[in-house]
């Protein structure tokens, strides 16, 4: 007997973000960044790559992703 992991694998051709620094907090996170040097060059790369749409901002390019979770029998 053991605890086995379900996983649902996702992939997603665009990420939407609310703003631009919206999408900076979360690869400032992702990256385990922790100067305010690695947050400026984010800031200038999502500069050039982030697209308007709307209300929003948009991440073109594929993205993968994962939820694992374990079923606690209750």
Same mark, same amino acid.
């Given at each position: 007997m053991g605890i086995y992991a379900n996983i649902t694998p996702e992939h997603k051709k665009t990420t939407v973000y609310r703003t631009s620094d919206e999408a900076v907090r979360e690869y400032y996170q992702r990256?385990?960044?922790?100067?305010?040097?690695? *947050? *400026?060059?984010?800031? *200038?790369?999502?500069?050039?790559?982030?697209?308007?749409?709307?209300?929003?901002?948009?991440?073109?390019?594929?993205?993968?992703?994962?939820?694992? =979770? =374990?079923?606690?029998?209750?």
């Open positions: 990256l385990n960044c922790s100067t305010m040097v690695q *947050e *400026e060059i984010l800031k *200038e790369y999502f500069t050039h790559k982030l697209r308007p749409c709307r209300e929003s901002f948009i991440l073109d390019g594929a993205s993968y992703s994962a939820h694992i =979770w =374990w079923d606690t029998g209750a």
